[in-house]
């Protein structure tokens, strides 16, 4: 799932556009639907106007929390630094990581800033225009931290993790755990407290 679609679903989660709401909220269900399942939400899947997404899946749960944009980004940073520069025989610990970990925090605050931007917009386009005046921004924080906490464990898991500057740390064997233990965590922790977009809750609250 990308930021786009996280701003999506924190704008159903937070508007909860009814049946009657625009054709933008419409658009914005289908879209989220599309997205978390790969394919086109089926008429059997319809109740009411609203889909009835499944998100207990594990590979749901493992990539439902995925900023892709700015990790498509991360991965062209890293193949224009390339290797760190390091004295020759002289562990990878000791090269220099500087430009990683700072672009690394870079591109982590670029995530919260592009989720909370899309939100903003998703937000409007799914509030009725009767709605709207004045329209009052809700900052989606459980769906910026999955965003930013996405990014994270990604970024340190794939190869030329910033991690390697720890020279006690195998990053290599640890990558695996870090990004399966991540992502559940993260996806746990949005259906503990409520939050992952649930289209059942979504009816049941109009």
């Not at 749960?61 to 991965?75: G, K």
């Not at 709605?131 to 794939?158: C, D, N, Q």
Request: aromatic content about 8%.
């Amino acid at each position: 799932m990308s930021c786009t679609s996280l701003a999506e679903s924190s704008a159903l989660r937070i508007v909860k556009p009814g049946v009657e709401s625009s054709p933008a909220a419409q658009r914005l269900r289908e879209a989220v639907d599309k997205d978390t399942t790969g394919q086109a939400p089926t008429d059997e899947a319809r109740t009411g106007g609203f889909v009835i997404v499944d998100r207990t899946a594990v590979l749901s749960q493992l990539t439902s929390f995925i900023p892709t944009e700015t990790l498509t980004i991360w991965l062209a940073v890293l193949t224009a630094l390339g290797d760190p520069k390091r004295v020759p025989g002289q562990s990878v610990c000791k090269a220099e990581w500087a430009a990683h970990w700072w672009f690394a925090l870079g591109i982590f605050l670029a995530t919260l800033g592009l989720t909370t931007a899309l939100s903003y917009i998703k937000q409007k386009e799914a509030t009725p225009k009767a709605r709207r005046k004045p329209f009052k921004f809700e900052m989606p924080w459980p769906e910026v931290s999955a965003a930013g906490a996405g990014f994270a464990v990604w970024a340190l898991s794939l190869p030329n993790t910033p991690l390697q500057t720890f020279c006690d740390f195998p990053a290599d064997r640890w990558s695996p755990v870090i990004i399966l233990g991540g992502t559940l965590a993260i996806a746990t922790v949005m259906a503990m407290t409520g939050t992952s977009v649930n289209w059942a809750k979504v009816l049941k609250a109009k």
